[in-house]
C-alpha cells in the first residue's frame, strides 16, 4: 500500500511536467501543421473576430454585442464556407502525420535513376515532373493520366519527357520502384506570392505538395533547373549533390537501397 502511495506521490509531482510537455508537443505540432498550409488566415479572421467582439464587449457596445451574438451561428457556418479549402488542407496535413502512421514504409527503390533521368533532360532543356508517393493516396489524380505500372528505369523517364508524346507534359507517378502512371495532371498552387517566372510545371509541382505529403522532382523547360517541392515549399535548383541528399531522407532510404543505372549515362565508357 506504502509503495502504491509512493508511486501516487511521484505521479504527483511529475504530473504538470507530463501536462506541460504534452501540450507543448501538440502546439509544436499544431503550428507545423498551420505553417505549412495557408491556416495562417483562419487565424488572423479568427483574431479579427475575437477583438472586434472584446472591443464591444469592453466598450459595453450594447447593440453591437446583440447583433453578433445574433448572428454569430451564421457567421461560423461562413467561416466554414469561406476558409473550406485551408481548412481541408490542415486536416489533410493531420491525417498525413507520421504520427498516425502504422507499420514501416515501402521503399522507394531506384531513385538514382530518376536523377539521371533528370539531368540527362536538364542538359536536353526538356521539362519532367517526376512525383514520388509517400502516405497520402493520389488515385483520383492517377485517373488523369495512363496507368502503366512498369518497371523504374532512367531510359524510360526519357522516352516519356524526351519526346513530343501524349504523356510528356504530365507528370509521371512512382512508388516502391515502379512508374505506376503517367500523363498525370496535377492541381496548380494557390499561392500568390509565387515567382512569376515560374511555369506550369513548377506551379503543379507546388500545387500537389501543398494538398498532399508527395515529394515532386521538376526539370524546368527553360533553365533546365532541377528542383523539388514538398511540404507546400519550392526548393528551386538543387545542385547535383543536395538532389541525391535530400531524396533519401524525405523518402526515408539509405544509399545502399539505390540502384545506379547506366543504360543512359554519359559519362560510362564504350568498351
Known sequence: MN??????SIYDFIRPI????VMTFLLYKAYQIIIK????????????????????????????????????????ICFAIVFQPELRKIFLKLGQSEWFAFGTRSRHTYVDSVIIAAEMLSKQRRGMLAVFMRHTKMDDIM??????????????????????TPLHDGACFIQAGKVVSA?????????????????????????????TDAVVLVVS???????LAYDSKLHYNLSKEQLPRILEKLLDLKSGDATIEDTIDENKRNI
Open 37 to 76: 498550409t495557408n491556416g495562417v488566415q483562419i487565424i488572423r479572421a479568427g483574431v479579427i473576430v475575437a477583438l472586434s467582439y472584446a472591443v464591444a464587449l469592453l466598450l459595453n457596445l450594447s447593440m453591437l454585442l446583440w447583433l453578433v451574438r445574433i448572428i454569430a451561428p451564421g457567421l461560423l
Open 221 to 227: 523547360e527553360e533553365s533546365g533547373a532541377i528542383s
Open 143 to 164: 485517373d488523369t493520366g495512363t496507368r502503366i505500372n512498369a518497371d523504374l528505369s532512367s531510359s524510360l523517364l526519357v522516352t516519356i519527357f524526351g519526346h513530343d
Open 18 to 21: 507530463l501536462d506541460v510537455a
Open 3 to 8: 509503495a502504491f502511495n509512493n508511486l501516487i
Open 183 to 211: 500523363g498525370c495532371f496535377l492541381p496548380l498552387s494557390e499561392q500568390y506570392d509565387i515567382r512569376k517566372t515560374f511555369g506550369t510545371r513548377h506551379r503543379a509541382a507546388l500545387g500537389l505538395s501543398e494538398q
